[in-house]
């Protein structure tokens, strides 16, 4: 998969997450899940499992650390889809 | 350094079933804060109870450190809770509830980690909600809180409404016009009157239809 593949399954992950539609639908990899999305940090390891069903990968805790913004988790999936 | 830093878990927001599965847990507690729940919680917390109450912990020590290292990261795997003190039954909360301290025989007291820096935190739990607040020394007594219940989980009102909830406790220490929270360039709350910051230390937290605060003066 691309990182522009996988940023548009992402919106799909993230969308139940979040009430700022506007802002998901022109994410880019500076958007901030907290901050810019609203998205509760309760939530945050409910987008890291569902990331983990959605790309059939495993997200350790040191990758789970670096996703707090889109471009961050479309790297950490993109580099373990490359290492499956 | 002796500050402050909270968190609150609606219970009725969280996924039980999800919760309990350990792809899941396993983001928020290690092993050996498992073999602590299993040695000697379980017979009086429910896991799934457990494992949101060791997320506010360390979601509140997050926010405590996170005041003085503006570029941490939350890493649940990093803050280790070594010890849990269960308290005697906790009876109902009403709708809003505030206080200076906390009575030991009615709160959940932990012991944590973080790399070699220690951390102390009490929680209350119900069946409506979870609330941490965490202190870098075992002792809350100059420590401020609060929790309410609203009427809406919109982001935009719960942050309008955790303001107005601290603010009013805040104007019976600092009376007078123009109190008001600002974040930093580095996200943490700070207290101004008018163009003046105030010496307190804040923190506040919401979930679903729960918000929460606490604060220290910083003498």
Request: charged fraction near 25%; proline fraction near 4%; include cysteine.
């Amino acid at each position: 998969m691309t990182r522009e593949e996988i940023l548009n399954e992402l919106k799909k992950v993230i969308a139940p997450y979040t009430t700022n539609k506007e802002m998901l639908d022109g994410i880019n990899d500076q958007t901030d899940l907290i901050r810019d999305l609203k998205i509760n940090s309760a939530n945050l390891v409910d987008i890291i499992i569902d990331a983990e069903a959605k790309y059939n990968i495993e997200i350790d805790y040191d990758s789970a650390d670096k996703m707090i913004n889109v471009g961050s988790c479309v790297d950490v999936i993109y580099e373990k889809l490359n290492q499956e | 350094m002796t500050g402050t830093g909270c968190d609150i878990v609606a219970l009725k927001a969280i996924n039980v079933d999800r919760t309990k599965q350990a792809n899941f847990y396993s983001k928020i507690i290690i092993t050996a804060e498992k073999s602590l729940y299993d040695e000697a919680l379980s017979a009086v917390v429910p896991f799934e109870h457990f494992v949101w109450l060791a997320w506010s912990v360390k979601e509140s020590v997050y926010k405590f450190l996170q005041r003085g290292n503006p570029d941490l990261v939350f890493s649940p795997s990093k803050i280790n809770i070594k010890k849990l003190t269960v308290p005697a039954p906790i009876p109902s909360f009403k709708v809003e509830t505030e206080g200076q301290g906390f009575d030991n025989n009615r709160v959940y007291s932990g012991f944590i980690m973080y790399g070699d820096q220690q951390f102390y935190s009490r929680s209350t739990l119900n069946n409506d909600l979870i609330f941490s607040v965490v202190n870098d020394v075992d002792d809350f007594t100059a420590t401020y809180w609060g929790i309410k219940k609203i009427d809406s989980s919109e982001p935009d009102v719960q942050s309008a409404a955790v303001r107005i909830f601290i603010l009013n406790s805040l104007n019976s220490l600092f009376p007078g016009e123009g109190l008001r929270i600002e974040k930093s360039p580095y996200g943490y709350p700070m207290v101004f009157q008018n163009d003046t910051e105030l010496p307190v230390i804040i923190s506040f937290a919401h979930h679903d239809l729960w918000v929460a605060y606490s604060f220290m003066l910083n003498s």
